[in-house]
């Protein structure tokens, strides 16, 4: 499938099968907000748990935390959200399109990634088992090329957005002739910064309401709980706490589905350190959480790191876990070591004491930051588009199939009655009636089983059971396996424990 095919197929195969919405779509929809159907909401409920039994059950020093989305005005003046959560924005004149001035730089440099591809492609036919990548990429005059200015590129647009040069910004964009992607022209007005929170007001009459925003990261409800969790779970340190939970942002540009939602939700961590200890953290969460991925099997190649060149105005380092989506490599997660900035401002803006009494160190300080934040939304696309696959089969026909990890998949098992009679039916409503305290399960006695087990496949389906004539005299099914289509004859009472063995996340975790 062709990228661009394969990203349309996803966003069309997600609303066939009830996996995602566009928000309010009887009105025409909403931009950048969407409902999840009745799968997704089971998708997206699996990776939401996978992710919090491997931070928070397999961690003895992490624990979990439910902030309210609506926090105190002051709480975004200490963070530096007021000030400084702009995103650089550019109009084309011609075209009066909106765009992210840094995503118009970056996607240039995708361009230059791809030719980098090509060639080692190319290199690769030419040379066969010969090929050596490593050695292609440090030696070949083209290809070292692309990369050196693609990344005196980056470091060009880092350096001038920390320093808000954005008369530079606009240069740069100049400089490399970055054309409108509708209009194709290049008649675009200076840059800007554009701040991304949305506002809301709380109370009842219009003298007395207070300004809000609807939080634009939930890492701020874990720091100024820090010390109400510190003290009630005595926790020491290093610790961390996570949550999972709305955030919103009024993105400039949103236009890849879900991958970029003006509401989303985050799943994060912070985990507080001794200072100075903060980069060995650092170095071990960015291992922990690819691992963490690495366990889903998605394709190890699927991922790569990125370092960051521009910093936030909180982090001392910081890198992306990026994924292979079908628009290309962009980020997934981010791992920020976040210093001691958003405790001690914190500290600073309530005027009370959040520090932490080290009794090893017999002294007290404003612990230092590390934190692995990822949304919830674009590893959803992530596991979803990489599953979703069309096959040709040995007999030449094609079937299209979801190979979502068993663990995250909606519906465990279906079953599906041979026929509509001979009390097959019932025998199949036994079978569900007692796995359905274990696994969600589903029934389908409709269509002939091949189109039955099509339907499934579809759907991420891991394993359906057919009850045919055969059972009512020996208690046996047959359970298909979705990935490879084999098809086992086994005991009803064995039917558990070789569910169970595929979808439990003992299986799964085991791997992070
Ligand atoms: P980007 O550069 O793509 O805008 P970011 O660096 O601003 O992302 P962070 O503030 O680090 O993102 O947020 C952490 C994670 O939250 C991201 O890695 C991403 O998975 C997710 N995320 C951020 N913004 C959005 C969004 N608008 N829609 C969906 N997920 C998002």
């Given at each position: 499938m062709a990228d661009q095919n394969k990203f349309k197929k996803v966003i069309a195969h997600a609303k066939e099968y009830g996996y995602i919405f566009q928000s309010s779509e009887i009105y025409d929809g909403l931009s950048a907000v969407y409902d999840y159907g009745q799968n997704g909401v089971e998708l997206k409920k699996n990776i939401r748990e996978f992710w919090w039994q491997a931070m928070v059950?397999?961690?003895?020093n992490i624990v979990g935390l439910d902030a309210a989305?609506?926090?105190?005005?002051?709480t975004w003046k200490a963070s530096g959200h007021v000030d400084a959560f702009n995103d650089p924005l550019i109009d084309?004149?011609?075209?009066k399109k909106r765009y992210r001035a840094d995503v118009l730089i970056e996607d240039y440099v995708a361009k230059l990634e791809a030719k980098i591809e090509k060639e080692v492609k190319k290199a690769a036919k030419r040379f066969?088992?010969?090929?050596d990548k490593a050695e292609f990429l440090a030696t070949n005059g083209r290809v070292k090329q692309y990369k050196e200015k693609g990344d005196a590129i980056l470091k060009r647009m880092g350096k001038s957005l920390e320093n808000e040069d954005l008369a530079d910004v606009k240069a740069l964009i100049e400089e490399l002739e970055?054309?409108?992607?509708?209009?194709?022209?290049?008649n675009w007005t200076d840059v800007k910064q554009f701040n991304l929170m949305f506002g809301t007001k709380l109370g009842a009459s219009a003298e007395s309401a207070m300004d809000l925003y609807l939080?634009?990261?939930?890492?701020q409800g874990i720091f100024v709980n820090f010390l109400n969790v510190q003290k009630s779970g005595r926790m020491k340190i290093p610790f961390g706490i996570a949550q999972t939970g709305k955030a919103f942002r009024n993105e400039?540009?949103?236009?890849q589905f879900i991958f970029r939602m003006r509401e989303f939700e985050q799943m994060e961590m912070q985990f507080f350190v001794r200072p100075g200890e903060e980069l060995k953290w650092y170095e071990s969460w960015k291992e922990k959480r690819l691992k963490w991925h690495l366990a889903l099997g998605l394709?190890?190649?699927n991922y790569r790191f990125h370092d960051h060149d521009k910093l936030a105005h909180y982090a001392n380092a910081a890198a992306d876990i990026e994924f292979k989506f079908p628009f290309g490599f962009k980020e997934l997660e981010g791992i920020h070591s976040r210093t001691n900035f958003d405790l001690s401002s914190h500290q600073k803006f309530s005027g009370k004491k959040v520090q932490y009494f080290d009794h090893e160190l017999g002294e007290s300080y404003v612990p230092y930051v590390v934190e692995t934040s990822i949304g919830l939304d674009r590893m959803f696309l992530a596991v979803f588009s990489n599953a979703l696959q069309d096959e040709t089969l040995e007999d030449g026909s094609t079937r299209t199939v979801l190979k979502l990890p068993a663990v995250l998949a909606p519906v465990k098992a279906a079953v599906l009655p041979?026929?509509?009679?001979?009390?097959l039916p019932e025998v199949a409503r036994k079978i569900i009636a007692d796995l359905k305290f274990d696994f969600t399960m589903a029934y389908d006695e409709k269509d002939a089983i091949g189109r039955r087990y099509r339907r499934q496949d579809a759907n991420g389906t891991p394993f359906c059971i057919t009850v045919d004539h055969d059972t009512l005299n020996d208690n046996t099914v047959t359970i298909r396996h979705r990935d490879t289509m084999q098809q086992d004859r086994v005991k009803i009472t064995d039917l558990k424990a070789l569910i169970s063995e595929k979808v439990a996340l003992r299986y799964w975790l085991e791997k992070c």
């Open positions: 059950q397999m961690n003895e989305i609506f926090m105190h005005p002051t084309n004149k011609d075209s066969g088992d010969a090929f970055i054309a409108c992607p509708l209009s194709g022209s290049r939080r634009p990261e939930t890492a400039i540009v949103a236009r394709g190890a190649d041979l026929v509509k009679k001979d009390g």
